[in-house]
């Protein structure tokens, strides 16, 4: 995705504008008379500073995502994380904004333009000048609101990681705080950020491993919990998009020290909705998990593959660079 420039505050914005104007029209070549001087001067003014508007909010505006043309993956995690149906409304506000703009200096130009020599004709001058300014400051301050929406919006999505949902991956799932990312580091060059509490991951991590030199990335997801689709929160639901959409293997981390039948009700829950992907059962936190805790979760996961991490961290690693593993 092309990244998302933000916009400056109102008042900022056209302070901008006016002083481009005003200062080449300080170049504005002296004409024949005072009177056509001080017309091309006006013109010139309005002309840049109409160009820098218009601009500046038609290229903010084309520069974000176009909703309708997303892939099925990233439609679903932008709603997790803005409105669009607000930021539609919002784009709409700054492109009309943009085309009121550009009409207005279309009809100050042509009435300069038109505009003929008679005793005060310069002072004529100045003052269509002055009522386009004063139009188009209205304009810009209107968008206060929308401008404001559309940064906090594009600091969202400027945050995100760049997915590639056509290559094969492997996802990182489970609960909050089982070592998702402890694990995501140890196995690719990747340095999530890791602290010792619930939803300690609020977004998407990826990592990059290779196999066979192609690259693999490794998708580390936020902590989910044992309870229906509809009672979860955003961040939860950026997973559930992660996992719906993205091919590849499920990683399903486990930690042997906490409540192992929430755990093994999370993973049931995700086998019926994710019926296409493989799992892979990985047990973290070896170190502190004593041999009984870790025999009990290989009960609780019976018939599926199941590896420890530390001691199976290299069989982790060897399973996934198995060319007889088909992640997708």
Known sequence: MKEIPFMEKPQVLLDAALS???????????????????????????DVSGD????????????????????PFYRDLYECIIDINESRINLSKLASVARLIKKLRRESIVRLKELKYIPGAERKS??????????????????????????NSARKLRELPSI????????LAGFPNVGKSTLL??????????????????????????????????IDTPGLLDRPLMDRNKIELKAIAA?????????FIVDPTDDMKKQ???????????????????????????SELIEEA???????????????????????LDKEFKIE
């Open 185 to 218: 580091s140890k196995i690719t060059e990747s340095k999530p950020k890791i602290a010792n509490y619930p939803f300690t991951t609020t977004g998407l991590n990826v990592g990059i491993f290779h196999k066979k030199y192609i690259p693999v990335q490794i």
């Open 298 to 320: 290989k009960k609780v996961f019976d018939g599926y593959e199941f590896l420890i991490e530390g001691t199976g961290l290299n069989a982790l690693k060897e399973k996934l």
């Open 243 to 251: 996992l719906q959409h993205l091919k590849g293997i499920i990683c």
């Open 52 to 71: 820098f508007l218009e601009n500046t909010l038609f290229r903010s505006v084309q520069a974000y995502p176009n909703f309708d043309e997303l892939e």
């Open 164 to 171: 590639r949902t056509n290559e094969e991956c492997v996802i």
């Open 20 to 46: 481009r104007g005003r200062k080449l029209a300080s170049n504005y070549p002296s004409q024949k008379t005072f009177f056509y001087t001080v017309k091309g001067k006006e013109i010139t003014k309005i």
């Open 126 to 151: 100045v003052e269509i000048t002055r009522s386009y300014v004063g139009r188009v400051s209205s304009l810009i301050k209107s968008l206060s609101k929308s401008i404001e929406f559309y940064n």
């Open 264 to 290: 093994k009700g999370l993973f049931s829950e995700m086998k019926k909705l994710f019926t296409t992907h493989k799992f892979i059962i990985v047990s973290t936190k070896s170190d502190l998990a004593s």
